[in-house]
């Protein structure tokens, strides 16, 4: 049975490597991506706030924006809460044609105009998620990623020691030859992240697969998931010219916590503006609450507080902090960092493994019987054979 484990082990690592080495290199990227994306481009994220100045109206902002990218419909707004931080307006002419502009809110000074599909964390999601194809590629992460749950399974069942042995599989040798280190390094490493590495795997799978997210809310619901969408509602007949700060205001004193807020506009005419605000101050991150509201006009339409969801939707808002290591701040951000680089380890170093015992050993001139080195050294430090080798 070890030894059936240890072939399909063997074959389904070679089949989907690289795809793993792929997503968790970029999976780990996107661990610190709100961190990051700010440090490598600070000038497009920060302003300075002039002493005792206040925003300027969100709605002479997006004007400015409008007026300056006229071919460009306004898709969203997204407002941070520190005084420092730009306003980023998204604008799109199309799916694959979109437009970030960070905006001085204190001077309406446009800072930069950048394509979406050219910001770095941008392409590093699309490879994580599409690796870059498309639909294709979703379908590949997907199979690659319900491998990667096998191997987990299957490493563990191989990595488990005998009694005698524990230790050995609990440390790994340093001073050891560069085949044994290898190995030490594939499977105790993985041995010591592996829990961490297939809960993330798992979540990633709601993503790739609609009858897992489906599951979730069968499980905790009872009934599938229905799509949330904005409510329908006809626009003003006479627009009120200020009803973006009208709707930020609401906003405000509905949600009267610490947090981010992103004000999405709908593609079709007759649906409300779709205003979403996160709380930063709670125990665990993505806890977010919804307002709609009639375009043009600033009405309240309907209000979704994150407190009365369902519970399925409660479990399903904590799948992506999970994944990405964002449930509890740095403590799991940083667990989730460290898991994902070793998760990118075990394909290139399983590879070695693989490839040292494709070498064909010369006969000894002790005999044709003599044991191959790594085995020796194995049996020297007490500890079984990994699988595959005889």
Known sequence: MKKIIGWLHLWLGISSGLVVLIVALTGSLLVFEDELDPLFHPSFFYVTAPAGARPLSVDVLAKTVQAQYPDYKLYDIDIEQEAGRSMIFTLRKSKTDGLDVAVNQYTGDIIEGVKEQRRFFYVVLQLHRYLCMGTTGKVITGISCSIFLILVL????????KRNTRRQRMQVKWNASWKRLNWDLHAILGFYVHIVIFVI????????????????????????????TAPKVTPAKVANTAYLDQVLATTDSLFAYHGPIKIRFSEK???????????TDAAVSNITSFAYFEQGSGRLVKVRPYEKESRGMKARRLVYPIHTGSLLGWPTK????????VAASLP???????LNRKKKKKP???GKNKLPD????LRKDSVSSPAGIS
Do not use: H
């Open 154 to 161: 299957t490493g563990l069942v191989l990595w488990w020691p």
């Open 201 to 228: 795997a798992l979540m990633g799978l709601t993503w790739s697969y609609e009858w897992v997210n489906n599951l979730i809310f069968l499980t905790f619901d009872g009934k599938p998931y229905k799509k949330m």
């Open 269 to 279: 005419k007759n649906e409300a503006v779709t205003v979403s605000r996160q709380n």
């Open 334 to 341: 940083i667990i989730a960092l460290i898991a994902a680089l």
């Open 348 to 354: 290139v170093t399983g590879l070695c493994i693989w």
């Open 364 to 366: 000894s001139k002790a």
């Open 374 to 377: 790594d085995v020796l050294l």
